[in-house]
């Protein structure tokens, strides 16, 4: 595993140099149990010398943890941003202030209820990619964009849950 300089090899002079097939992340994982055994057995680690590919920090934060991937479901629940374009469209269609609660909103389907199902559907709703008629007329599934129960209107998730006279009867 170490080349003449002393340093661990890189994955593409590793490959050269005993000509077998494999892929970074086996030569990685062969790469780590050598060194959790030098670190087991108080050996001190040669430095490495690292030339490509250069790890992203997803990558990084697998290869540090032995927990598996709570560090990368952390990393992701920190950069999550709301929609700002479906913020933008409800504040439009429902004349709704500019410091309008939307935490509040987002966070409101898992207070209500512990059925994931209702979760995920009021989670559409929230960002606007609920599957309406006309959302689906715009992807070209459909052939008309007209509310599949009063047929006069458009349908969206406005006219669904506000405006249908057939809906409201629900």
Not at 20 to 45: D, G, M, P, W, Y
Not at 136 to 157: A, L, P, Q, R, Y
Request: aromatic share 14%; charged share 20%.
């Amino acid at each position: 595993m170490l080349n003449e300089n002393g340093y661990f090899h890189s994955f593409d002079s590793f490959i050269q140099k005993w000509n077998v097939r494999t892929n970074f992340l086996q030569f990685n994982s062969l790469l780590n149990c050598v060194k959790r055994i030098l670190a087991a057995n108080n050996i001190e680690e040669p430095l490495q010398n690292y030339e490509h590919p250069l790890q992203p920090l997803s990558v990084k934060l697998l290869c540090s943890t032995t927990k598996g991937c709570r560090d990368i479901y952390n990393l992701l629940l920190s950069s999550v941003l709301p929609s700002l374009k479906s913020q933008h469209k409800w504040r439009m269609d429902m004349n709704l202030p500019d410091n309008f609660g939307w935490k509040f909103v987002y966070e409101l389907p898992f207070f209500l209820t512990k059925d994931s199902m209702l979760q995920w559907f009021q989670y559409r709703i929230n960002h606007r990619i609920l599957g309406t008629n006309r959302l689906m007329f715009k992807m070209g599934i459909v052939d008309k964009e007209n509310c599949s129960f009063c047929n006069h209107f458009s349908e969206t998730i406005l006219h669904l849950f506000c405006e249908c006279r057939y809906v409201d009867q629900f």
